[in-house]
């Protein structure tokens, strides 16, 4: 009887694989550029033209441009710090990439940040910071300003095995607060690596709609699939109320108008209209007393078009989409079920400001949604309504060109993960099942698998 | 602007005129594409001999670093940049100059670059890899090219620019460039670590010389490099390299990158070479390199363009190219230097305008780069 089963699979196996769907290729629709360089990350959208272009050119500038010490000759661009994690956005999203982990032993976290919080929750239900550090951890300072501390970063090996025998060894990352200038933190302290994600698509999710991702959330598991599914509902501070959050590693900003000024504050210690206070907490006096770089640092002009720029990075388009081995494995993707988090398609809505980016039909393999990893992936952080074992579904567009653009395949929130394979290996919780799924794939499939991932 | 009746086209898929003509037929179209590839040579040939009297100027300084030998220095550095600058629409398709793994480009003309990276600036005497005596004790050609965009796309370490800097210093001033002292470079002079200043100016120019040389190298004639395998291809594909190296630099760099930004935020750091005050000369000489290309010359050299190819499937198209190519010239040369001044003020200032008029002519002159590929029966990708 067994013969027969697998002899019928051979044959299933044999016939054609599915079409993909028409444009599926469009992974950002109309936005679509198509471009396999290191470049691939950094371009316009294909759409966007004239003047609307010129805009994207200028945010772009902004966007590398290193931010100096105030006071200081170029007035518009100073205020660096005090403390701080990297001087430019590019410093962390190099080339409009993706960050990664320290890889050589004397090299500094940069592109991976640490927040920080202790237990309980602000007015807002957000994480509350530590009293002496604040909500993230700042390992760079101007002349004169104690930087607040290191991470050392150490491993241990996790091995496991295929279903085929084949055995694997994966890398899980342990991080401890060292150098800390200002004593001790919370004995309670909590803390979230999050490496720096591609900035390719952005505007694109955030102009889906936020019915279809309540749609999508199945926070009781009402179909029994086992996966859940839940939105995050974080603070907008323009509006003063809470909002469906989509951006960041657990969903905990609501625009990128909001995250990117988050950003400038946290990362650079740039101040800005949304966030005017400096990251400096009530222990850190020295820190308080550096020269400012205006109030706000950051004027509403710039941030406008940083956010503009953002909005309109466009994804690359897939390759080899026609390929068979890329068609097995864009079956097996949905076979094994990880098209149930990692959702392929979606419509966005209307924008008003950005014809752009409305009513294209995209390809960003994510539901924007939190789910329950398990406790390896765990960073035991609440933030919002994410619980200590939840993560916001990452989109997978143009994730085959990271190695291209970043000269590394580190994935996953801190970036453990050495390969896509290792990233399929480390999912737990809800996606435990597909996770044992790909576990027990031949070694063929598991190519296929890959293949098609490098192909989005 | 697409004429009416053409359909996008795939790039390669033979045109059917309706003379009967083939825009690219081999005959007449493998001549175009053998005179770029010399032509290039030409251009990078150029740019090593003007980079190597550079060299030589930049010896005879850190020698001994008088006022008079620091102005020798900066005039060949201004002198060398006009055949870098032509070269650049040979970059944006992955040749020798921005190859994935081994294109030196970033390391040759990678900007804006954030002096405090390098040296002092006003208000951070201590700062940059010069005076970084601790954590960078030894200078040498490996540690600059290994600090070049590290962490962070502005920190430049080497290259025209870093070498620019070096020469004159900040730009302060309203009225000229930057005007370092010579005594920077002297012992017990104007500014701590003048030997590593030394050091790093030759370790600069040195690699400058040394990548240049390396490109050229790819694009000499009758070596087993990348101009034998450019001559090679098909000339779809050859043609679709060239035009998309012309697209780049005419929009998304010179228009985009290098004016409308400068233009928007009215910013000293946003001019492309802004210690020097020479980036009108920067401007032209992209626009001037794009017309090369197009017309197949090179200083006094000239051969079979794409121009001979566009004549022959739509005689008015090549008119308006070369008439906007000119048009682009005369517009950036209208433009009241220096431009870092050109910029400021209001939008009605005779030099806003001017700068805005300039890049509507390079807009204007992309368009009709792509109009070009299409009727030479290729899509262009610009991004």
Redesign the interface.
Known sequence: MRRTISLLLLLACACGEEEPEPGEELSGGSTT???T???AFT??A?NLQGER??????G??LF???W??A????E??DGLGPIFN???C??CH??DGRGKPPTEPDEKP?SLLFRLSIPGQDAHGGPVGDATYGGQLQPQAI?GVPAEGQVALTHTPREGRYADGTAYTLEEPHYTLVDLAFGPAHPELMMSPRVAPAMVGLGLLEAIPDSALEALADPDDKNGDGISGRINHVWDVEHGEARVGRFGWKANQPSLRQQNAGAFRGDIGITSELFPEEECTPAQQVCREAPSGGAPELDAHKLE?LTFYTRML?VPARRDVDAPEVLRGRRLFRELDCAACHVPRFETGTVPDAPELSKQVIFPYTDLLLHDMGPELADDRPDYEATGREWRTPPLWGIGLVE?VNRHTRFLHDGRARSLEEAILWHGGEAERSRERFRNLSATDRAALLRFLESL | MKKQGWMALVAGALVSMGCGEEPLEEARARPVVERYAALVNENYTDAVAKARALQTAVNVFVADPTEAKLTAARSAWLASRPAYGQSEPFRFY?GPIDD?DTGPEGRINAW?L?E??IDA????P?AGIINATDSYAQLDEELLKSLNER?????IATGYHAIEFLLWG?D?SETGPGNRPASDFVDGGTAPNAARRRTYLKLATDLLVKDLESVQAQWAPGGDNYAKRFVALDVEEAVQRILTGMGSLSG?ELS??RM??AY??K????EHSCFSDSTLADLYANAVGIQNVYLGRYGGQDGAGLDELVAQVDPALDRKMKEQLQASLDAIQAIPGPFDQAILGADNSPGRQKVKAA?EALKAQTETLVDVATALGIEL?L?
Do not use: I, W
Request: charged share 25%.
């Open positions: 550029v198509h471009d360089t290191r470049n371009l316009a294909r272009r010129d805009a994207f050119f200028v772009n500038a590398n441009r290193n100096v010490t006071p200081s000759s170029t518009g661009l990297a001087p430019s590019a410093g190099f080339k940069l002349l078009q466009a291209t | 992955g994935e804006p954030d405090a990276y600036v006003e208000g951070a201590a962490d962070g796309e502005t920190n900040q302060q998304a985009g990158e409308t930004v928007d935020n910013d000293q750091e946003d890049v990708n991004e």
